[in-house]
């Protein structure tokens, strides 16, 4: 069985501060791209392991779209297997799940959200067993597999990784959870950003890496954008790269100045002043600082985006 295999991928219509491009169909051509390698590939089913939208108020228009792509572009029924992560829900809470565009997705029947119960998936031809897969979303425990002599599948929306992204970050190394999870022949995960596969006694942990590139830092000014294809008969892992516009061409490279930095010190100062216990709450002090400071545009998308994400 073929497994086509997505990162966390961050739908949304607004585009960073710093793309020049049109943000959406960008992101829409890379799922093009994605689907038609999965079918060249005979792929039979297809795995997104949370994070698929970049906030939970992301627009009817977007979800629309993105329906009626899946209900073109899919071979198999079943549509595409996910877990939440964090941006899909409000409050990076799991009690808002029912009220989450992963909910109208799966309303919608092209998608099935992966839970501690198990799906069958089918049989494995050259192992014998049956498949099995299992979900952890973004919060949530690791399931206890049912048949721990089947082919036992889990897809999970956690912080695993090979290297640190900041200095003294908490990370779960790949081979660490693999021998600390023995009963699943193959983890698929999101929310670390980078691509990784690693092999333990034969069980496989895979990271397709994030599908877009958002900032001009190190990271996504040399990321590669890909999806994975994983054979379960064979266990061999391939990565795919898909074809993206060079970083000069959709990117304003300009790096802020000492001036900016100082704004937005002193804005968050401000800020901070703004909220001193006399009976307004943090948002109200926040659009008020905003209306009396006006900060520039840049710090402006940055607070408008949190502020989407946490409504």
């Known amino acids: 069985m073929k497994l086509g295999i997505f990162g966390d991928i961050h739908l949304t219509s607004r585009g960073p501060s710093k793309r020049l491009d049109n943000f959406f ?20 089913c297809i795995i997104q392991p949370g994070d698929l939208f970049d906030t939970h108020t992301v ?25 939440s992560g ?11 799940l029912k009220n989450s565009p992963l909910a109208v997705m799966e309303a919608s029947g092209v998608g099935k959200l992966l839970t501690s119960s198990p799906q069958y998936l089918g049989d494995s031809v050259t192992q014998k067993q049956s498949i099995f897969i299992y979900g952890a979303s973004y ?4 399931p206890e597999p049912r048949e721990k002599n089947e082919y036992n599948i889990l897809v ?3 912080m695993i990784g090979d290297r640190e992204l ?21 983890v698929i995960c999101g929310d670390y950003h980078y691509r990784f596969s690693s092999q333990y006694n034969s069980r496989t942990i895979i990271n397709a890496g994030c ?49 900016d930095k100082l704004e937005t010190e002193k804005f968050i100062n401000s800020l901070k002043e703004g909220n001193s216990g006399k009976g307004i709450n943090w948002k ?21 985006e949190c502020l989407e994400e946490v409504q």
Not at 284 to 290: E, R
């Open 211 to 259: 599908i877009v590139r958002k900032t001009i830092g190190k990271f996504d000014l040399e990321h590669k954008p890909s999806v994975c294809i994983f054979d379960t008969d064979t266990n061999e892992v391939k990565f795919v790269e898909l074809d993206v516009e060079p970083v000069e061409r959709v990117f304003d490279l300009s790096r802020e100045t000492k001036k």
């Open 156 to 158: 999970l929306h956690k």
């Open 25 to 44: 169909e960008t992101q829409m051509n890379k799922l093009a791209q994605a689907f038609n390698i999965f079918k060249e590939e005979k792929y039979n």
């Open 166 to 186: 900041f200095p003294g970050q908490e990370l779960t190394k790949p081979n660490q959870f693999l021998r600390n999870n023995p009963d699943y022949q193959l």
């Open 59 to 83: 627009s009817n228009e977007v979800k629309a779209k993105l329906i009626r792509f899946l209900k073109k572009n899919m071979w198999e029924e079943e549509g595409v297997f996910f877990v």
């Open 86 to 96: 964090q941006h899909d829900i409000s409050g990076h809470s799991l009690h808002t």
């Open 139 to 142: 919060g949530e425990p690791i």
């Open 284 to 304: 109200d002090a926040l659009l008020q600082v905003m209306k009396r400071k006006k900060p520039s545009k840049e710090v402006q998308n940055i607070i408008d």
